[in-house]
């Protein structure tokens, strides 16, 4: 589907953009395979502008494990809300960066290395060790 995507994604961006990419979440995710993460991330990367929080899996399972959401989220689009409501928008823009690699590296999806952890003390997920 990726290739797919991106055939169709190339010939839309060179019709209706000229070669260029939009410069709205809107018309981002309008595009064939873009979703709200990599519309954010574009925006931030493209144009220099925060215009959400870029959830993937890792900061959907990392948010919800250190209990930043109110209640469990289902979803990386609510995981995206539940932050947005709380974190301060001048941060938005790094919490995707520092969450992506600490998943990868330390808050696995299985087998956390809770252990080996800075944030232990205060992760509920690592309560009980």
């Known amino acids: 589907n990726k290739v797919k995507y991106i ?8 019709q209706r953009y000229g070669g260029d990419i939009p410069a709205s979440v ?16 574009a925006m931030a990367v493209a144009w220099g502008t925060v215009s959400g929080i870029a959830v993937d899996t890792h900061v959907h399972r990392i948010a919800n494990r250190l209990g930043w959401t109110k209640k469990a989220t289902k979803s990386p689009e ?6 947005e409501e709380w974190l301060p928008r001048e941060l938005w823009s790094e919490i995707n960066g520092l969450l992506v690699g ?6 696995l999806p299985v087998h ?3 252990r080996a952890c800075l944030n232990q003390a205060l992760c509920p997920a690592a309560k009980g060790l």
Do not use: D
Not at 78 to 83: D, F, I, N, S
Not at 102 to 107: E, I, K, N, P, S
């Open 7 to 14: 055939k169709q994604t190339s010939a839309i961006l060179q």
């Open 112 to 114: 956390p290395r809770c």
């Open 26 to 41: 809107a018309e981002l995710v309008a595009l064939p395979g873009i979703g709200p993460k990599m519309a954010h991330l």
């Open 78 to 83: 609510e995981t995206q809300a539940a932050l």
């Open 102 to 107: 600490f998943g990868q590296q330390t808050c």
